[in-house]
Structure formats: C-alpha cells, structure tokens
C-alpha cells in the first residue's frame, strides 16, 4: 500500500488553467499505473488519465488536448495539467496508483470549480 495527498484543486474560471499534484508516501517507481479519477456530482466515477510503468499515457476522449499527465519519480509525483478547463470539468478529482496487479491505493480526492 501507498498513501497518496492530492493537491492543487481550487476555483477557476472557464478557459483556465489548475495543475494537480499527487505525492506518494513511497517511491513510485515501481508501480503498475498511477493516474485520475473524477465524479461529479451524480455521476459515476471517471478515468481521466493514466501514466504506466513505462511512461505510456491514456486520456479520456472527453479531456484529450486539454490534459497531461506526467510523473516527477524523485519527487514521488503524478501531476494532472488541466487546460482550458470548462464547466463540466468540475468534479472531485482522485488519485490512484496500482502498486501491483492486485492493489490499488486512493487519494481523498480534491474538488475542482469550473465557473461559467
């Protein structure tokens, strides 16, 4: 298991810009997958993005363009850069990583506010 803290959610307007910053408790080296997850409110759960042990990435269709994924190994981070943010981009957004193929850890998740 790893503990991971989102960070980096916030208020924005339409057309802005937020970068979320995920940190691991322990090196991420060695994971399967770390990436996002969004739910909005009434809505299921979402994959948003996800960087693979080889540095391999996937978006969903409704983000690509818009959002990057990347990872920092020496800082034990997994950023989400979200550009051009719209209005149904708010949700909470939570981090994930796959420490192996048969675990999975979860952030607590951070709220970000798109505003028309």
């Known amino acids: 298991q790893v503990q991971l803290v989102e960070s980096g959610g916030g208020l924005v307007q339409a057309g802005g810009s937020l970068r979320l910053s995920c940190a691991a408790s322990?090196?991420?080296?060695?994971?399967?997958?770390m990436g996002w997850y969004r739910q909005a409110p009434g809505k299921q759960r979402e994959l948003v993005a996800t960087?693979?042990?080889?540095?391999?990435?996937n978006y969903a269709d409704s983000v690509k363009g818009r959002f990057t994924i990347s990872r920092d190994s020496a800082e034990k981070t997994v950023y989400l850069q979200m550009n051009s943010l719209k209005p149904e981009d708010t949700a909470v957004y939570y981090c994930?990583?796959?420490?192996?193929?048969?675990?999975?850890?979860w952030g607590q998740g951070t709220q970000v506010t798109v505003s028309s």
């Open positions: 322990r090196s991420i080296f060695t994971f399967n997958a």
């Open positions: 960087i693979m042990s080889g540095g391999s990435t």
């Open positions: 994930y990583a796959d420490v192996n193929s048969w675990s999975r850890s």
